[in-house]
């Protein structure tokens, strides 16, 4: 009795430590390809907003490979917003507000469709996302 209850203690703490707490619990890469970006896409509409560590990683991934991995630096091409406009579709997931908001305050040049886009989703009355 006493080792299933040890076994039990265990499992729950791993439980707990599986859990990210923090952003310093998602262990940064930077995105190399449009596929991995893809792929934090389809994690993040599974998300349901409670996990403000998950949103912050999200975001931070995404604006640092769309603004700054792209070339020229700082400026969101066409095509990029063409692509980030799919990619959200119409079935939002709460972390898209911080996503367009970061977007729109750290490129130098955002293409109007995308700011359309920020502003449609109540983008710009949300609070910033921390900045890194």
């Known amino acids: 009795m006493a080792a299933q209850g040890a076994a039990a203690v265990r499992l729950?703490?791993?439980?707990?430590?599986t859990e990210p707490q923090t952003t310093s619990d998602f262990h940064y890469k930077p995105l190399m390809t449009r596929r991995e970006a893809e792929i934090l896409f389809e994690i993040d509409a599974a998300q349901t907003g409670e996990s403000p560590s998950w949103e912050s990683h999200f975001v931070e991934s995404i604006v640092e490979f769309v603004v700054f991995n792209q070339r020229p630096t700082g400026r969101i091409s066409e095509a990029d917003?063409?692509?980030?406009?799919?990619?959200i579709g119409t079935d939002r997931s709460p972390s898209i507000p911080a996503l367009m908001r970061a977007l729109v305050l750290q490129a130098e040049d955002v293409p109007a469709g995308l700011i359309r886009l920020a502003m449609d989703c109540g983008a710009m009355r949300t609070p910033a996302p921390p900045l890194v």
């Open 81 to 87: 917003a063409a692509w980030l406009v799919a990619m």
């Open 12 to 17: 729950r703490v791993v439980s707990e430590r």
